[in-house]
């Protein structure tokens, strides 16, 4: 019986979550599967991958065979690594505690690297969002200049259209004393 290591489709519609099977290759994409050996969740950032290492190391041994998505899953998750040791260990080309120590480090770089990354993601949105705050306070600075041109406009007419009624008012009362004045 030929098999397959592949993704078997579950979530809602535009929210893809699949789960990682090995199945005949004659069973329908979502039907009958042999076993489940893990998920994979591409809806994070980065995905989300859960994976029973040993039971996917075995199968691909025993000579499954993945489809392109789960191969690069695997390889990213260091199946294919793990193997590729296993099989120089096979050769005798060096021993198991070796084949280990180089798998550890290997595991060890590869989350190095996604720790970094994480890193420059986190800096990436906290300028962006530094950035943006600055653009606020920008635009909002503007606005307030011209809320004051504004107010200053306002209180200018205020004022000038107050003044020439202050004129009119202050002219009579400064004649009314001449005229008396003129009377006596």
């Not at 005949?24 to 290492?53: C, Q, S, W």
């Amino acid at each position: 019986m030929a098999t397959k290591i592949r993704l078997q489709r579950h979530g809602r519609k535009s929210y893809a979550f699949y789960s990682i099977v090995i199945a005949d290759v004659r069973a329908p994409r979502d039907g009958k599967f042999i076993e489940k050996i893990g998920t994979y969740n591409p809806n994070t950032n980065p995905a989300t991958v859960d994976l029973k290492f040993d039971r996917a190391l075995d199968w691909v041994m025993k000579g499954a065979q993945p489809t392109d998505t789960v191969r690069n899953i695997l390889s990213r998750e260091g199946v294919y690594m793990k193997k590729h040791l296993m099989g120089g260990v096979a050769k005798g080309a060096f021993g198991e505690a070796e084949a280990d120590a180089k798998f550890e480090a290997w595991k060890n770089n590869k989350q190095s690297g996604l720790a970094a990354l994480k890193v420059k993601d986190e800096e990436a949105k906290k300028a962006e969002a530094k950035a943006r705050l600055e653009a606020e306070k920008k635009v909002n600075a503007e606005k307030a200049k011209a809320l004051a041109e504004k107010k200053a406009a306002e209180e200018a007419e205020k004022a000038a259209a107050e003044a020439p009624a202050e004129e009119a008012t202050e002219a009579p009362a400064e004649e009314a004393p001449a005229a008396e004045a003129a009377a006596e």
